[in-house]
C-alpha cells in the first residue's frame, strides 16, 4: 500500500487514535501524541495540510518499531 500524498495533521492524528494514541499537548503547529500500549511511546506530529512524505514516512516507521509491526500491515491497519 502506498503512503497517502494528502493526509493533514489531524487525519495522521485520528488514523493513530486507532492504535491507542492520545493527544497530550499542542504547541504552535505541532501535535504531541502519547500511547501507553505496548509500553509508553510518545510521537509529535507536524499540524500542516499535508504533511511531507518523508515527514509522513519517518512517523509511521517509529510507530511500526514501536509496536513491532512491518509497514504495510501499519498501513492496512490505519488506512484502509
Given at each position: 500500500?502506498?503512503?497517502?500524498?494528502?493526509?493533514?495533521?489531524?487525519?495522521?492524528?485520528?488514523?493513530?487514535?486507532?492504535?491507542?494514541?492520545?493527544?497530550t499537548?499542542?504547541?504552535?503547529?505541532?501535535?504531541?501524541?502519547?500511547?501507553?500500549?505496548?509500553?509508553?511511546?510518545?510521537?509529535?506530529?507536524?499540524?500542516?495540510?499535508?504533511?511531507?512524505?518523508?515527514?509522513?514516512?519517518?512517523?509511521?516507521k517509529?510507530?511500526?518499531?514501536?509496536?513491532?509491526?512491518?509497514?504495510?500491515?501499519?498501513?492496512?491497519?490505519?488506512?484502509?
Amino acid at each position: 500500500m502506498k503512503l497517502p500524498r494528502d493526509l493533514s495533521g489531524a487525519g495522521l492524528v485520528k488514523a493513530l487514535e486507532k492504535l491507542g494514541y492520545e493527544v497530550t499537548r499542542q504547541t504552535g503547529s505541532h501535535i504531541r501524541l502519547t500511547t501507553t500500549e505496548n509500553g509508553e511511546h510518545h510521537l509529535t506530529v507536524p499540524a500542516h495540510d499535508p504533511i511531507k512524505i518523508g515527514t509522513l514516512n519517518a512517523i509511521l516507521k517509529d510507530v511500526a518499531n514501536h509496536f513491532e509491526l512491518d509497514r504495510e500491515a501499519l498501513l492496512e491497519q490505519l488506512f484502509s
